[in-house]
């Protein structure tokens, strides 16, 4: 089962990088995210502090890149 977590930060549009995963970011106090969604338009949050829920993606954090996401769910 995958699990599931709550992400508080700022999304940006994931620009050119030394890993090749991810169409977006997302800054935390402490960390950064790449994320991916097939449910959530990320565009319409860039540049915006938002809270959202996704679940880790097996298999990452390669190239020294960050943890990589799924987004299930954005709150409103």
Same mark, same amino acid.
Request: aromatic letters at 10%; glycine letters at 8%.
């Given at each position: 089962?995958?699990?599931?977590? =709550?992400?508080?930060?700022?999304?940006? %549009?994931?620009?050119?990088?030394?890993?090749?995963?991810?169409?977006?970011?997302? =800054?935390? =106090?402490?960390?950064?995210?790449?994320?991916?969604?097939?449910?959530?338009?990320?565009?319409?949050?860039?540049?915006?502090?938002?809270?959202?829920? %996704? =679940?880790?993606?097996?298999?990452?954090?390669?190239?020294?890149?960050?943890?990589?996401?799924?987004?299930?769910?954005?709150?409103?």
């Amino acid at each position: 089962s995958k699990k599931m977590s =709550e992400y508080t930060g700022l999304i940006k %549009a994931q620009g050119i990088t030394s890993y090749q995963y991810g169409t977006h970011t997302l =800054e935390t =106090e402490d960390s950064l995210y790449a994320l991916r969604s097939e449910t959530i338009e990320l565009d319409n949050y860039i540049e915006k502090r938002i809270t959202l829920t %996704a =679940e880790t993606i097996e298999g990452y954090p390669v190239d020294g890149g960050p943890k990589y996401l799924n987004v299930i769910d954005v709150q409103k």
